[in-house]
């Protein structure tokens, strides 16, 4: 059985979404090849023509820190995680992107 939930509330992906999932995938693949586990492949100046796009890899090791965490035995243990980094909507950075995609 397919689901298409996600696939039937979307429109075509625009030229930059397709320039960029092409370019994680390429990413993705040379660090699979390089055998450089526990990587996330990411692309960098975005706003730059495709050809300039900063493409490479950043260990998951670099982003995770550890917060404490009471274990049911109510001892307390560190527990490792990627802390979410919600984009601020009113911030500088977001209304520079919100005036150049209108």
């Given at each position: 059985?397919?689901?298409?939930?996600?696939?039937?509330?979307?429109?075509?992906?625009?030229?930059?979404?397709?320039?960029?999932?092409?370019?994680?995938g390429g990413?993705?693949?040379?660090l699979?090849?390089?055998?450089?586990?526990?990587?996330?492949?990411i692309?960098?100046d975005?706003?730059?023509?495709?050809?300039?796009?900063?493409?490479?890899?950043?260990?998951f090791?670099?982003m995770i820190?550890?917060?404490?965490?009471?274990?049911?035995?109510?001892?307390?243990?560190?527990?490792?995680?990627i802390p979410?980094r919600?984009?601020?909507?009113?911030?500088?950075?977001?209304?520079?992107?919100?005036?150049?995609?209108?």
């Amino acid at each position: 059985c397919q689901f298409l939930g996600y696939q039937a509330r979307c429109g075509m992906p625009s030229n930059f979404d397709s320039d960029y999932a092409y370019t994680l995938g390429g990413a993705a693949a040379v660090l699979a090849a390089s055998r450089k586990s526990g990587y996330m492949a990411i692309a960098s100046d975005l706003s730059r023509p495709v050809e300039e796009w900063q493409v490479g890899g950043v260990p998951f090791t670099a982003m995770i820190r550890a917060d404490k965490h009471t274990s049911p035995q109510d001892v307390e243990l560190p527990r490792p995680l990627i802390p979410a980094r919600p984009v601020d909507l009113d911030g500088a950075a977001f209304r520079a992107w919100e005036e150049m995609r209108s």
